[in-house]
C-alpha cells in the first residue's frame, strides 16, 4: 500500500478535475463524503467509483452516519435511524432487546452504505455525557454508565461489520465533559484521574475497535491546554496505554477552531503525537476551489502511511470485508419491533 496518512473530502455530488488530480498525486488513504456530496443513492455510488479510479484502488470512503442529529445521509433518499439514546433507553427496560436492536441498526445502516461502496462509518459514539456539559454530545451518547455504553457500542460495531463497515469510536479518550464546541473552540476539561476514570472505560471495553477518532479537548489534569488529538502525552499514556487502544487513530476534522496555527501545523503536530491518520473535511467552506486549496494543504502535509501505522491501516481496511449474508427485508421487520417507527423516509 503506497498511501498518504490521510483522509479527504470532496466539493460537491460529482468528483471535479482538479479533484481527481489531486487524489491521483497524493493517493490518500481514505476519503469522507460530507452532507454535500450526498444526493442520491445512484450518485454516491458513482462517486465512490470516480474516487476509486482517481486514487486507483477501492480505498475507504467513510461516511459520518451515526442516527438521529447526525447523519449525512438524508430523509427521503435514505431511511432515518435513532440516535444513540434510544438504544440506551430501550437497553434500561431492557439490556436484551436493547443489544439486540443496536445491532440491527447497525446492521441495516451498514446494509445502505455498504451497496453504494461506503466501508467505513464514524460511529459509535463511546462519550458519556455530564449534567451541565454543552449538549455537543448529548443524544448522540447511548448514555452516562462506561459499562452499558460499551456494551451498545460493542454490538454496533459487530452490526456494521457484520455489513461489511469498519466503524470508528468517537471521541476517544473522552468528549462529554466538554463545556464548549470544539468545532468552535478548544473546550477544556478540568476533571481529576478518578473522575476521568469513567470516561476512559467506556472506550476500554472496545479497545479492540479498528478505528478510533480523536477529542480536540485539553484535559488539564494531563496536559494542560493541549488537545488530545495533538498531545503525545494523551496518545501514547492515555489513548494506547490506560484504555488500550491499538487500532488505527485517526484525528477528529483538523478543520475545527479547537486546533490552532495552519492546517500544515495542525497536521504535523497530530502525526508527531502518535496520530495515524489525519482527517479533514473543509465543514466550515463552500467554494469548491476553497476546499480544494484545503485539502491540497493537508494531503502535502500528510507523511506516506509506513510502520506501525500501516499495520493499523490494513487491519482497518480488513475490518470492513467481514460481511455475512442478512435478510434487510426481515431485518426491518424485526428492528420496527423493537423500536417503532425507525426506517421512516421523512423527516
Given at each position: ?124 459514539v463511546c462519550d458519556l ?44 479518550p473522552g468528549h462529554g ?52 488529538t495533538v498531545s503525545h ?115
Open positions: 500500500m503506497t498511501n498518504k496518512a490521510c483522509i479527504l473530502s470532496v466539493s460537491g455530488a460529482e468528483l471535479l478535475r482538479e479533484e481527481a488530480a489531486l487524489l491521483a498525486d497524493h493517493k490518500p488513504w481514505g476519503m469522507i463524503l460530507m452532507g454535500r456530496s450526498c444526493v442520491s443513492k445512484q450518485q454516491v455510488a458513482q462517486l465512490v467509483e470516480d474516487i476509486w479510479d482517481a486514487v486507483g484502488r477501492e480505498i475507504l470512503v467513510f461516511i459520518d452516519q451515526e442516527g438521529g442529529r447526525v447523519a449525512r445521509l438524508k430523509a427521503p433518499e435514505w431511511p432515518l435511524f435513532p440516535a444513540g439514546r434510544v438504544y440506551g433507553d430501550l437497553y434500561d427496560a431492557d439490556p436484551e432487546k436493547g443489544l439486540q436492536a443496536v445491532w440491527l441498526g447497525h446492521r441495516l445502516m451498514a446494509h445502505e452504505l455498504a451497496a453504494m461502496g461506503l466501508h467505513a462509518d464514524c460511529a459509535p455525557p455530564q449534567p451541565g456539559a454543552h449538549d455537543v454530545i448529548g443524544d448522540r451518547a447511548f448514555g452516562v454508565d462506561p459499562d452499558k455504553v460499551g456494551a451498545l457500542a460493542k454490538a454496533a460495531l459487530k452490526g456494521l461489520e457484520d455489513g461489511g463497515v469498519a466503524g470508528v469510536i468517537k471521541h476517544i465533559r466538554s463545556m464548549a464546541d470544539s468545532h468552535m473552540e478548544l473546550p477544556r476539561v478540568t476533571a481529576d484521574e478518578s473522575e476521568l476514570a469513567s470516561d476512559f472505560a467506556a472506550f476500554a471495553h472496545v479497545a479492540d475497535a479498528p478505528m478510533a477518532m480523536t477529542a480536540h479537548i485539553a484535559y488539564d489534569h494531563f496536559d494542560a491546554g493541549k488537545a488530545a502525552k494523551m496518545i501514547q499514556e492515555v489513548i494506547r496505554c490506560r484504555i488500550g487502544f491499538d487500532g488505527l487513530l485517526m484525528t477528529d476534522d483538523l478543520g475545527m477552531k479547537a486546533l490552532g496555527g495552519s492546517l500544515t501545523d495542525r497536521a504535523h503536530a497530530s502525526i508527531a503525537a502518535g496520530c495515524d491518520v489525519l482527517l479533514h473535511c473543509s465543514g466550515f467552506l463552500t467554494e469548491p476551489d476553497a476546499i480544494l486549496a484545503e485539502m491540497t494543504e493537508v494531503a502535502e502535509a500528510a507523511p506516506m502511511l509506513d510502520d506501525k501505522a500501516l499495520e493499523r491501516a490494513e487491519a482497518a481496511e480488513e475490518a470492513s470485508k467481514r460481511a455475512i449474508a442478512f435478510d434487510a427485508e426481515a431485518g426491518w421487520v424485526e428492528f420496527r419491533a423493537l423500536i417503532p417507527d425507525v426506517g421512516a423516509t421523512h423527516a
